[in-house]
């Protein structure tokens, strides 16, 4: 079969109509669509019950515009069922924030305090800092379960074509890898700061 726009939404819902109907559907009428500026500032506030799609997405019908937008869309709907990494990802966001800052400096004075008590200030900013990567792993299980959602609702919803899915699961699995790759380097970032601590004092 030939659809000549194949590749793009053929139904032609912009990411704000999917998003529109994917939160109707599921009863959430209060939660607001908005377009933000800003390349890639998709993102669902569950503080405001905000959805906030780029331009790109909010007006754009191809598949990946569909995508996000159910993604985020599926963001909102764990707001709804009261999802636990979510609520502890969002309980976490200020202290991530402050320790992502305030970490590595509290390390850095430690490190060149060099004394027993340099090390344990240096082990509060490596701590403070480590909450980064806690951060970052929380958020892979949120952001699967949000792409799991998503998946599920368009393969089944008729807002897009079957042929479209493919299109859709390289997008969101797409997005998926960069969130992986983030955990990983959060990760060795921590145990790099820790090597250079340890392994610096024992020498
Ligand atoms: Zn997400």
Do not use: C
């Amino acid at each position: 079969m030939f659809f000549p726009l194949f590749g793009y939404g053929y139904v032609g819902l912009t990411g704000a109509e999917v998003a529109r109907r994917i939160l109707d559907i599921n009863g959430l009428n209060n939660v607001q669509v908005e377009e933000t500026n800003g390349f890639l500032s998709d993102h669902y506030d569950p503080q405001k019950k905000v959805l906030r799609l780029s331009s790109d997405v909010y007006r754009g019908n191809s598949v990946a515009a569909n995508g996000i937008a159910a993604h985020e869309s599926g963001h909102a709907l764990q707001d709804k069922d009261a999802f636990g990494m979510l609520k502890l990802r969002t309980a976490i966001v200020p202290t991530v924030q402050i320790g992502s800052w305030l970490g590595p400096i509290i390390f850095m004075i430690g490190l060149f305090m060099s004394s027993t008590l340099g090390t344990q200030v240096a082990v509060v900013g490596l701590v403070f800092f480590g909450l980064t990567a806690v951060f970052s792993l929380v958020t892979l299980p949120v952001e699967f379960d949000a792409s799991r959602r998503a998946k599920a609702i368009l393969a089944t919803s008729g807002m897009i074509y079957n042929q479209e899915m493919d299109g859709v699961n390289k997008v969101l699995d797409a997005a998926a890898l960069t969130y992986v790759a983030a955990a990983i380097q959060a990760i060795t970032t921590v145990l790099y700061y820790a090597f250079l601590l340890f392994g610096r004092r024992r020498n």
